[in-house]
């Protein structure tokens, strides 16, 4: 049997875009069940199938930077449970230091049994819930100084048995969360997700047989595995190193490096983040299983073609973080804020990638390092708490201009829908859009910053940012230029007072934030790029004029809606000029 599936590439493919669909189908029924913005909107939540012995096999369309964690929490869960699981079970955790990555994501796992009597396969889902308690609401703060200030830290255990629902655990969840509707709602969701693949699974199962099902997902994770290390053998051999900087913690005011060093060794990668700042007191340190994914999803870029898309490709790839780091903290480091962290050293990896493949990699997004959340009660003494991650646009790419606008490139978040906010929060968003002249010149321009504005309705309230690229902006490639700075300012046509990056402060009926997200940055020679092309910016009203003339030496007519070509040539000659030694 097994020497027909290593011959048989059709069924191979059949099971492939089988599992992809089950996956895209759980996560689907989890955005139609779910009760918070975070989830049903944002899509911050992903599922994925795990084999037997619990190998990733497949994942859905939603976060690589969740999905490369799951094989740490997968084992965990499998380990203590050796032996204790039965059909009916179905778990949770969020404990960072036992497989999770922090305390708002809850990994929830479901052993799939055939005939009740064989365990032949898990079904997972990891959702970032609304609030898990401590002192910031949205959990999401990078005022904690350990982990105990953050929120309730839940162990591998049992949710469900054979039974029905361990109630002691949906009483705990329930008395530690300030939204617990809206928690216990999404976390029921994420149970149907993996009931749904459950169902699935096994009707997959019944079609091809258990023996002949687990013969070919080795051999689909073998695939992934032997295309990952084509893709690498194909780079250059050695060692390209590149660091980015964090603004601060938001307790210490001092940048934090992240360094990292990526060495090609034939069919090998390694990525080294020795040097990188130690463990910070701010809530930002990134746990291992969360650098490890934000590895995995930035080198997937590379591979290239379709893959199967398990943990097969993370085979080839050895990742190396010193214990005591802020990219591989020990107990009892903060790490509720580590989403920044993730997305910036993401960012430092795509810097080291493209020194390998520079005709491949584009210059810097703007990533997601832009949290924002509002917490309280309203007059009737009601909790309320809204979250969100803000994203922003993509560098300059190597062929084409950077996306203005958009997810970060590992991950597949959405916007929350204004009017959705508008009804369900006592917020009013006065302003969203596009950021004129923020995108870093270059032969391929930087997506452009984008600002959002909240008015705030209810009496008093919490207003926690997450936020940074003020100090250290995203960096373009190839002679393109930065992006520009990010910024936070409370009532920008009152007072007007400028916050920091990282903060939690209390605001009032009637206050309003503005958050300016950063620009991306450029990539190549702005004063190689198409002329027409500026114009085209400038009549979009994405560039003004004065910038135009200043960084691209374009010289523009409004009133004609044309570029002046003889005094362009003028212009850029004497930039050139000036730029030479």
Known sequence: MATRELSDPILHELIKNALDTIVDEMAIALVRTAYSNNLKN????????????????????????????????MARVRQKFAGRTHPGDVFILNDPYEGGTHLPDFYIFKPIFLEGAL????????????????????????DATEIFQEGLRIPAVKLYTAEGPVEAVFELIDRNVRVPRQVLGDVRSQVAACLTGERAYLKLI???????????????????????????????????????????????????????????????????FTGSAPQVRGGINSPLPFTKSAVYATVRHLIGGDPPNNEGYFRPIEVIAPPGTIVNPVMPAAVAARGLTGFRLANALFGALAQIAPDRVFACEVGG???????????????????????????????????????????????????????????RIERYGYVPDSGGAGKHRGGLAVVRQYRFLEATGTLQLRTDRRRFLPYGLAGGREGTPSDNILNPDGDRRQLPTKCTLEIREGDVFRHLLAGAGGWG????????????????????????????????DLAGRKVLAEETTKLRAGKAGAARP
């Not at 002192?135 to 999401?140: A, F, I, L, V």
């Not at 027409?532 to 691209?552: F, I, M, Q, S």
């Open 369 to 427: 390092d832009t949290g924002v959340s509002f917490g309280g009660y309203d007059r009737e003494r009601r909790p309320f708490v809204f979250l969100e991650f803000l994203f922003g646009s993509w560098g300059g790419r190597p062929a084409k201009d950077g996306v203005d606008a958009c997810s970060s490139s590992v991950v597949n978040f959405s916007n929350n829908p204004i009017e959705v906010i508008e009804s369900e929060y006592p917020l």
């Open 525 to 556: 020679d702005p004063l190689t790029r198409d002329p027409e092309l500026v114009l085209k910016d400038v009549l979009e009203e994405k560039l003004t004029a004065g910038y135009a003339r200043r960084e691209y030496g374009v010289a523009i």
């Open 206 to 272: 019944a079609q091809h047989g258990a023996e002949r099902f687990q013969s070919c997902t080795t051999m689909l994770l073998a695939q992934a595995e032997r295309l990952a290390r084509t893709a690498i053998s194909k780079m250059p051999d050695g060692r390209y190193e590149f660091t980015d900087w964090i603004d601060d913690d938001g307790i210490d005011p001092d940048p934090i490096p992240l360094k990292v060093a990526l060495t090609v060794d034939g069919d090998r990668m390694i990525a080294d």
């Open 42 to 73: 944002a899509m911050d939540m992903s599922c994925a199938l795990c084999d037997a012995e619990g190998r990733l096999i497949a994942q859905g369309l939603t976060l690589p930077l969740h999905l490369g964690s799951i094989p740490d929490a």
């Open 119 to 142: 365990v032949v396969g898990w079904s997972a889902s990891l959702g970032h819930q609304l609030d898990v308690g401590g002192k910031t609401p949205g959990g999401n703060g990078c």
